[in-house]
Nanobody, 115 residues
Framework: QVQLVESGGGLVQAGGSLRLSCVASGSIFSINAMGWYRQASGKQRELVAR???????TYADSVGGRFTISRDNAKNTVYLQMNSLKPEDTAVYYC?????????WGKGTLVTVSS
């Protein structure tokens, strides 16, 4: 059984930084794209950033230049470095990955940015 477990969320002041991590575990044969989504209270879940196995990233316009996605294929891990955080970045951040030709979600980690 495949699991995605996020970590690194928390409370930070505006302008601060956080680094999220997501580790995939279980019976893993292949991992293709990995990414991060977020869902703010009362809003729909949205893509934040996504990265292919070959390290090609895609970012939402709202986070470009502030967030950086990376991955360590040997550790089955994807990271999201978040800098210059804004109150509007407050949300539950979810890890997502294409593993063994199926799509998986983590349970999420809360990021709260205070003004």
């Amino acid at each position: 059984q495949v699991q995605l477990v996020e970590s690194g969320g928390g409370l930070v002041q505006a302008g601060g930084s956080l680094r999220l991590s997501c580790v995939a575990s279980g019976s893993i044969f292949s991992i293709n794209a990995m990414g991060w989504y977020r869902q703010a209270s009362g809003k729909q879940r949205e893509l934040v950033a996504r990265i292919t196995r070959g390290w090609r990233p895609t970012y939402a316009d709202s986070v470009g230049g502030r967030f950086t996605i990376s991955r360590d294929n040997a550790k089955n891990t994807v990271y999201l470095q978040m800098n210059s955080l804004k109150p509007e970045d407050t949300a539950v951040y979810y890890c997502n990955a294409d593993i063994n030709n199926a799509n998986y979600w983590g349970k999420g980690t809360l990021v709260t940015v205070s003004s």
